[in-house]
C-alpha cells in the first residue's frame, strides 16, 4: 500500500476491500453476539487458535477488527487491541507484562477509578502499585527494586 495521508487512513485504513453483499463503502456494524462455522472441523480450527477467525464478538468481530487495524495504521503501529474501557486496556496492559510478585510506580495524581484499580484490584492478584509522594524523578527512582 502507498503511504497514506492521516484523512484517508481515517476513513479507510484496515477495510482491505468492500462489503460483498450491498457493496457499501462504509464499514458494517455487526450486531451479533456470534459466527456459524463452515463445519465442526472449522470450528474446532477456530477455538484451537489453528486458523483466524470469528468466534464469539467479544474476543473478535468485523466491525473491531477494521476499527483496530485503522487506529494501528493512524498511530504508525503494527496492532491495535480495542476494549470496552480505559480500565480495561489498563489491566490487560499491566496483567500482560507483570507477574504476581512484582510492582510498579504511579504517581497519586489519578483518576479516582484508576487509583483504586491500582491500589486495590491488583493488590488483590499480588501486583504491587507503588505511589510516588512528588513529582521529581528521585520520588519515583526511590521506589525502584529488582521487581519493579
Avoid at 457493496?23 to 465442526?40: C, E, L
Avoid at 484508576?114 to 520520588?139: E, L
Amino acid at each position: 500500500m502507498s503511504k497514506l495521508k492521516f484523512e484517508t487512513l481515517q476513513l479507510h485504513a484496515g477495510q482491505e476491500e468492500v462489503e460483498g453483499t450491498t457493496r457499501a463503502r462504509a464499514v458494517p456494524i455487526y450486531q451479533t453476539t456470534s459466527f456459524t462455522f463452515k463445519d465442526s472441523e472449522h470450528g474446532a480450527n477456530l477455538f484451537a487458535l489453528k486458523e483466524f477467525g470469528n468466534i464469539y464478538t467479544r474476543i473478535m468481530n468485523p466491525t473491531t477488527d477494521v476499527f483496530e487495524k485503522r487506529v494501528a495504521a493512524m498511530e504508525g503501529g503494527v496492532m491495535a487491541l480495542a476494549t470496552s474501557s480505559g480500565q480495561a486496556a489498563q489491566h490487560l496492559a499491566i496483567t500482560n507484562i507483570m507477574n504476581a510478585g512484582d510492582n510498579f510506580i504511579s504517581t497519586t495524581n489519578l483518576y479516582g477509578g484508576t487509583y483504586n484499580q491500582f491500589k486495590v484490584t491488583f493488590k488483590k492478584i499480588g501486583i504491587d502499585a507503588r505511589f510516588a509522594d512528588g513529582n521529581s524523578p528521585a520520588d519515583f527512582e526511590k521506589l525502584i527494586d529488582d521487581r519493579t
